[in-house]
């Protein structure tokens, strides 16, 4: 069975690994565990067996808007709810921290996940691409 946990522990080997899977890159060296606690509101850890399964960070502006990113599931666990069941315990873990707002940008074929499977409503926004 899956657990989940609002600022669970895990390891920057096992966050880098899946990072790179979701995002399609080599595998980095990433120091994870001092960016999360440095900058994000939380983050869900999904755990399955002693095992990483799926990782979202909440990042935050300091004030009353927090931010979803690097949704991620292992590709082995894909379209078992682990996603969504994630988005689910951000928002949980989200509410009663003093946010009003929990954003979250997407790639277009991610618009029924968000939208219609965890909730998200659609919004005018605007990109510039700095790299």
């Known amino acids: 069975m899956v657990e989940y946990c609002w600022r669970g522990r895990f390891t920057n080997a096992d966050v880098n690994a ?12 990433d ?14 850890t999904a755990v399955d067996d002693g095992e ?16 979803l990113l690097d949704t991620l599931v292992r590709a082995d666990r894909r379209r078992r709810g682990i996603g969504a069941a994630l988005v689910r315990a951000a928002v949980d873990g989200a509410q009663g921290t003093g946010c009003e707002w929990l954003h979250v940008d997407f790639d277009e074929h991610l618009r029924g996940f968000y939208l219609e499977r965890c909730g998200f409503v659609p919004t005018g926004a605007g990109l510039i691409a700095l790299a």
């Open 31 to 44: 120091d994870w565990v001092a960016q999360v606690e440095r900058y994000s509101l939380g983050w869900v």
């Open 52 to 67: 990483l399964v799926g990782f979202v960070n909440v990042a935050w502006d300091g004030g009353v808007h927090a931010f």
């Open 18 to 29: 899946l990072h790179a899977e979701g995002f399609g890159h080599r595998v980095l060296d």
